[in-house]
């Protein structure tokens, strides 16, 4: 049987607790809901957050039901990104309050073509967030107000990721917001392609709150 690699499945940052949580098989395979089972680990890599660099090595499930493998990436990454995702969202941030591509550089400390990069990309993609996250935000909070333009698509796709992870902090208790972003986009906040839907709260958020 040749197993394929299918999208990561976004985790909790402990990896005590999501190793635990692989061995006593509560992780569903995110394509079939089959049981996942541990398969060994990720390459390592290094993730520069906002301080210090920290090198992490995911690691790897396959599923008991259907031929896949799954990269159980911790919740602090983005997938294919050397920089954390709150490194990342401080500069989404940053450039939707009117700072420059390479003041933002300067700041965070990274190549101007790097945060380039996370700018165009996340712009590219601003409607579909801007959706996906109000859609979010309404299942986490049915009474929720209604989402105010800001007069930008990336303002507008921000506003609601930042409201979608306050709902969320509400209903299951605090976790920094772009460990929220990073998990219910499955870690494609920069991703290339649209992702097909959004990750249900009841299952996604909760498990990837765990650690
Ligand atoms: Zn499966």
């Given at each position: 049987?040749?197993?394929?690699?299918?999208?990561?499945?976004m985790v909790?940052?402990?990896?005590?607790?999501?190793?635990?949580l692989l061995?006593?098989?509560?992780?569903?395979?995110?394509?079939?809901?089959?049981?996942?089972?541990?398969?060994?680990h990720?390459r390592?890599?290094?993730?520069?957050g906002e301080?210090?660099t920290a090198?992490?090595?995911?690691?790897?499930?396959?599923?008991?039901?259907?031929p896949?493998?799954?990269?159980l990436l911790?919740?602090f990454m983005?997938?294919?990104?050397?920089?954390?995702?709150?490194?990342?969202?401080?500069?989404?941030?940053?450039?939707?309050?009117?700072?420059?591509?390479?003041k933002i550089a300067e700041?965070?400390?990274?190549p101007?073509s790097t945060v380039?990069?996370w700018?165009?990309?996340?712009?590219?993609?601003?409607?579909?967030?801007?959706?996906?996250?109000?859609t979010?935000l309404?299942?986490?909070?049915?009474?929720?107000?209604?989402?105010t333009?800001?007069?930008?698509?990336?303002g507008?796709?921000?506003?609601a990721l930042g409201?979608?992870?306050?709902?969320?902090t509400r209903m299951?208790?605090?976790?920094?917001?772009w460990?929220?972003?990073?998990?219910a986009?499955?870690?494609?906040?920069?991703?290339?392609?649209?992702?097909?839907?959004?990750a249900?709260?009841?299952?996604?958020?909760?498990?990837?709150?765990?650690?």
């Amino acid at each position: 049987m040749v197993l394929g690699e299918a999208p990561m499945l976004m985790v909790g940052t402990d990896p005590l607790e999501v190793d635990k949580l692989l061995r006593n098989g509560h992780l569903r395979c995110p394509g079939c809901e089959g049981e996942l089972r541990p398969w060994g680990h990720a390459r390592s890599r290094d993730v520069r957050g906002e301080g210090a660099t920290a090198r992490s090595r995911p690691q790897r499930a396959s599923c008991s039901v259907c031929p896949q493998t799954h990269v159980l990436l911790p919740a602090f990454m983005l997938a294919r990104r050397a920089d954390s995702a709150a490194v990342i969202g401080t500069g989404l941030l940053a450039n939707a309050n009117g700072t420059g591509h390479r003041k933002i550089a300067e700041l965070l400390g990274r190549p101007v073509s790097t945060v380039r990069g996370w700018l165009r990309r996340f712009a590219c993609r601003a409607a579909h967030w801007r959706l996906t996250f109000t859609t979010l935000l309404l299942a986490l909070d049915a009474m929720a107000a209604p989402i105010t333009a800001t007069g930008s698509a990336v303002g507008d796709a921000l506003q609601a990721l930042g409201l979608a992870a306050a709902a969320a902090t509400r209903m299951f208790g605090p976790r920094p917001p772009w460990q929220f972003a990073s998990s219910a986009s499955r870690g494609l906040l920069l991703g290339p392609a649209p992702v097909a839907a959004v990750a249900a709260p009841s299952s996604s958020v909760p498990a990837a709150a765990a650690g």
